[in-house]
């Protein structure tokens, strides 16, 4: 999908929208996680729900993500596929003027003036991905305990970081080759 019609999925319009609630589906697929760059996640299909019920002073929307992601495996480097199914929140104040730093505390609540003419949820949403991201990204284990990483693969960076290992010098001998020189 071209970027200019990904991001219109994510743009809410308020102006000349009555007071009552709005429900929205959007399908973030790979051109979504390739636009928003989000380093981490290779790819992905995530169904998100958006329920925006508004008033004349307030904005208050509901999101629910359900579907997986694919990232890579901090072990051996693979592809992960991490099922998702979330809710996050934002409420949006509607104001006469927005006041400097009005914005600056809180992420899930935002001031807007009240003739806003849409809602661009597009960050929003990428950042809510991001939170519910695991810190750790590793393939499970098996339900005997054991890794289901590709054994090949961790073998060989095993070999690898224990190489380097090897190679790195003893600081006590540099210390040493530093006191001849001196003198
Ligand atoms: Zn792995």
């Known amino acids: 999908m071209e970027e200019k019609l990904i991001r219109e999925q994510f743009k809410l319009r308020l102006s ?13 697929d790979k051109s979504f996680f390739e636009l928003a760059e989000l ?3 290779l790819d992905g299909h995530l169904n998100l729900q958006i329920e925006m019920m508004k ?6 929307l509901k999101f629910h993500f359900e579907g997986s992601v694919a990232a890579t495996c901090d072990r051996c480097l693979l592809p992960v596929t991490l099922p998702m199914d979330f809710d996050d929140q934002l409420l949006v104040k509607l104001v006469p003027e927005v006041e400097e730093g009005e914005n600056d505390d809180d992420d899930d609540i935002w001031v807007l003036e009240e003739n806003t003419y849409e809602l661009d949820v597009f960050h929003f949403v990428y950042e809510s991905i991001m939170l519910a991201m695991p810190l750790r990204v590793v393939h499970e284990d098996d339900e005997n305990g054991n890794s289901t990483c590709d054994p090949e693969v961790v073998k060989k960076l095993e070999e690898l970081s224990a190489k380097q290992d090897e190679e790195e010098t003893d600081p006590r001998w540099d210390a040493l080759k530093n006191l001849k020189l001196e003198d």
């Open 55 to 60: 008033t004349e002073k307030l904005v208050n």
């Open 16 to 28: 000349g929208v009555e007071d009552g609630t709005y429900s929205y589906s959007v399908d973030c």
């Open 39 to 41: 380093s981490d996640i």
